[in-house]
């Protein structure tokens, strides 16, 4: 079975710059979740998606940061403009069952973004 | 708001050496409580969760137990091999925010031949 597959790895901007982060899911998981990891710190959720509906972006930054599922399935993350404090790795992960407080969360490699 | 905490580390131990990594967490209702495990240069994996209180989570030899009355959620392991070695986050999902998790900042474990 895939994975969470996450693109690109690696991506260095300049600030001011646009850019966007991309998520496959595992197939058939109903929920997707993007998080942002700072060096030293645990994963801090910004948005959650149960199928296309976000049902959870209260700690995304909508001022710069955009996301969309589009169909339910892979996810896009953007952030534009980038501001040098938007350096971290960027985690996506998905879960099977909507709302249960007890699913296990599947995470792909993360995106680490370097602001110059 | 929900928070966990974890042991400071990094954690340096010697094969075959006992581990423990503290966790403690704050919740207002009743959450279900995870162990994920980061090996280097890979993402995020469940390592062991419990769901209600006095629940024993365990696998590949670790094992911690949801304590309620002192907000717990320990991860400890007998004896730890070099292929322990990698950032351990105590983690809980919050029943008021159904599939909301917090996350602690992470303890590194080393472990030495």
């Known amino acids: 079975e895939a994975g969470v597959v996450q693109s690109p790895r690696y991506k260095i901007i300049e600030k001011k710059q646009p850019v966007a982060f991309w998520c496959n899911p595992i197939s058939g998981h109903n929920t997707l979740y993007w998080y942002r990891q700072n060096l030293g710190q645990g994963p801090e959720l910004l948005i959650r998606?149960?199928?296309?509906?976000?049902?959870?972006d209260s700690q995304l930054p909508k001022d710069r940061f955009s996301a969309e599922r589009l169909k339910g399935v892979d996810s896009t993350l953007k952030i534009q403009p980038a501001e040098l404090g938007d350096s971290a790795v960027y985690l996506c992960?998905?879960?099977?069952?909507?709302?249960?407080?007890?699913?296990?969360?599947?995470f792909g490699p993360g995106t680490r973004l370097t602001v110059l | 708001g929900d928070s966990v905490t974890q042991m400071e580390g990094p954690v340096t131990l010697s094969e075959e050496a006992f581990l423990t990594i503290n966790c403690t967490y704050t919740?207002?209702?009743?959450?279900?409580l995870f162990w994920y495990v980061q090996y280097p240069g890979e993402g995020l994996q469940l390592l062991l969760k419990a769901t209600k209180a006095d629940d024993k989570g365990s696998n590949k030899g670790f094992e911690a137990t949801y304590r309620k009355e002192t907000t717990s959620f320990h991860l400890e392991k007998g004896s730890v091999q070099v292929s322990d070695s990698a950032v351990y986050f105590c983690a809980l999902s919050d029943r008021t925010n159904a599939g909301k998790s917090t996350f602690g900042d992470g303890t590194t474990l080393t472990v030495k031949p």
């Open positions: 992960a998905s879960s099977e069952n909507s709302g249960s407080v007890s699913d296990t969360q599947y």
């Open positions: 919740a207002t209702g009743y959450p279900s």
């Open positions: 998606y149960e199928n296309e509906e976000a049902v959870d």
